[in-house]
């Protein structure tokens, strides 16, 4: 019992020693807060959660309650080729800043604080999903990059969840022109036929329900196009998680 209690209070110890030298710091700004993985009250403002009632294929939050499994007039009216999405926040300055320190500054640490909300965000697609699958970078960009931001999210997801990733199952073999400053339509070409799964990882794809992890969705181009790929390898369902949202500052 004296050991345990030893080494109880040296664990706590040290614990208070890490917090005084690295203290816990705003997932979006890097202020002083009290814990990790929160954010400050500056920042809190501008967090906006995606939660019921939202659309219940596209997850796009509608302004008012509709009840569970209302599907919007847009999906409706252009079934996309996943079945469901389902998303953490809506693209705001604070999402945008995770999301820009995660894939152009290297922050990799913002990774596994990430992937814990879309976990928590996702579950229903995490239970019913066979495999995870991120949105791959062409060769070339990621060359440049050094990493993908939606495969280190995956990684930490597939971890967290115990379910299987896989990081090579699908491909981009398009050099796609960057979808920032495209137009709906503009995005949808960009990316047409520019991703496919190799015949040698068709035996994970075929038969299975895949989730395909990204960072953003706007207009949802990408995650389509990775849908069309995934469906001709033989995927029964095919859902898709990300961290944020654009264009919802209207709802």
């Keep these: 019992m004296h050991i345990r209690f030893l080494a109880a209070r040296a664990l706590a110890l040290s614990k208070g020693l890490r917090d005084f030298l690295v ?4 997932l979006s700004c890097g202020a002083i807060v009290g814990r990790d993985g929160g954010f400050c009250a500056g920042c809190w403002p501008g967090v906006r959660f995606i939660s019921r009632p939202f659309c219940a294929t596209l997850g796009r939050p509608f ?6 499994g209302a599907i919007s007039m847009e999906a409706l009216s252009e ?14 300055e604070a999402a945008r800043r995770l999301v820009s320190g995660l894939k152009f500054s290297d922050r990799t ?11 928590a965000f996702g ?5 019913d999903c066979d495999v995870i699958v991120p949105v791959p970078l062409h060769p ?22 115990g379910k299987p990733g896989r990081m ?11 979808q920032v400053g495209l137009g709906r339509g503009e995005r949808a070409r960009n990316v047409q036929g520019a991703f496919r799964v190799p015949a040698a990882a068709r035996p994970e794809i075929q038969g299975r329900r895949v989730l395909v992890i990204d960072d953003v969705y706007t207009t949802g181009a990408t995650i389509k ?12 369902r095919v859902d898709a998680l990300t961290f944020a949202m654009a264009g919802l500052d209207d709802i």
């Design 23 to 26: 203290p816990a710091t705003c």
């Design 63 to 68: 302004e008012y309650e509709t009840g569970d």
């Design 79 to 92: 079934p996309p080729p996943f079945d469901r999405h389902r998303c953490v926040m809506s693209y705001g």
């Design 109 to 119: 640490d913002l990774a596994p604080w990430m992937a814990e909300l879309m976990m």
């Design 123 to 127: 579950r229903e697609l995490l239970d």
């Design 140 to 161: 070339r960009r990621l060359l440049q990059r050094r990493f993908n931001q939606s495969a280190e999210l995956a990684r930490h997801i597939s971890t967290g969840s």
């Design 168 to 178: 090579m199952s699908l491909i981009r073999v398009k050099a796609t022109r960057r």
């Design 225 to 236: 196009a990775c849908a069309r790929a995934l469906r001709r390898a033989g995927a029964v």
